[in-house]
């Protein structure tokens, strides 16, 4: 299991370089500018609406599709998995949907204050991106489902279709329209899907077309996602506070905060999410065959091995932040002048 976890943390360290590389090259053609402030809330927008429901449903989807599968077996568990992915579906398209009908009224939300140039550009942008609220849900279900079948490569690289999609898509936009940045998150975000897609075919998933509000494992997990579910909206309220704080504060306030945050994610999808997504399906599985012994023992192992990672990093981040921020995102180029 260590082995694994080790693993996909190499995996993620490739696919956060890549990601590192994305945010260098929009920093490199629009810095801290209107364009990117509005390009990044564009982003933020259908990340937000599907980051917290997502990750709520996801996470009480492994620990019931693994009670399933050992009641039920296989074919019910896999049937749970379609009407999930149906409803989620349904709910994209409802999403999509009211959003075009608000937009001004969503992007305002989380970016207060935009004038209206920006504005009118965050709407245009926002029409875009939000399509891809149709793949994210999808993508949320089918990572838990390819954890749960112990495909963790695919976890580790899903971000790389994206992030090179949206990469060839900066550079485009700055040629030819910015208009091009919003699409090619689109197409990334679905190209992203269809990775997943790949590895669970290679596992012999098969989709069918299954949808039920009485279904009584979908009932369960719609309850056990609410406690979750109440959690991350804190999380993300914070977000939302935060973009709008930055839109009042200056142009380039919300590209400032969100090179800052990229950074923090690094650290935690490498050395906290890479760990946890091995771990929690193990868990999952010892909760469910009531052996709290090994339970409690994978739990104190794992948080030992986040925090000898971690503590360092956060350390190191502290003392060196000026130092980090320079040379990654300034390219060396204020700490160069400091010895002329």
């Known amino acids: 299991m260590k082995k694994t976890a080790y693993i996909l943390m190499i995996l993620t360290i490739f696919s956060q370089i890549v990601a590192f590389i994305r945010d260098l090259i929009l920093a490199y053609y629009y810095g801290t500018s209107y364009v990117s402030d509005v390009f990044l809330i564009s982003l933020t927008i259908p990340q937000t609406i599907f980051s917290f429901i997502g990750a ?82 999808l993508i949320f279900i089918y990572t838990s489902l390819l954890q749960l079948k112990g495909s963790f490569k695919a976890f580790g690289l899903m971000t790389i279709p994206l992030n090179v999609i949206m990469i060839i898509s900066i550079i485009l936009s700055h040629e030819f329209s910015v208009y091009i940045m919003a699409v090619g998150f689109v197409i990334g975000t679905g190209c992203q899907l269809c990775f997943l897609l790949f590895f669970l075919k290679k596992n012999k998933y098969k989709f069918s077309y299954s949808f039920s509000f009485n279904n009584p494992y979908i009932i369960n997990l719609l309850k056990s996602s609410l406690p979750v579910l109440i959690g991350i909206s804190f999380v993300q309220i914070n977000i939302i506070v935060d973009r709008t704080m930055a839109s009042y504060i200056a142009v380039g306030g919300i590209s400032a905060i969100t090179y800052a945050s990229k950074l923090n994610a690094v650290v935690q999808g490498v050395f906290v999410a890479s760990l946890v997504a091995v771990m929690y399906v193990h868990i999952s599985k010892l909760i469910n065959e009531n052996n709290m012994k090994d339970f409690y023992t994978t739990i104190n192992n794992t948080i030992n091995n986040i925090n000898v990672f971690v503590i360092p990093i956060m350390i190191g981040s502290i003392f060196f932040s000026n130092e980090i921020i320079n040379v990654l995102f300034a390219r060396g180029l204020l700490i160069l002048a400091q010895f002329h």
Do not use: Q, W
């Open 56 to 137: 709520a449903i996801a996470s009480s989807f492994i620990p019931l599709y693994n009670k399933v599968f050992g009641n039920k077996g296989h074919n019910e568990a896999e049937s749970f998995t379609n009407t999930l992915v149906s409803m989620i579906t349904i709910f994209s398209i409802f999403t999509i949907l009211i959003t075009y009908i608000f937009t001004e009224e969503v992007v305002l939300l989380f970016a207060s204050g935009f004038e209206r140039e920006s504005l009118n550009l965050a709407v245009d942008f926002t029409k875009i991106t939000i399509i891809s609220v149709l793949f994210s849900g």
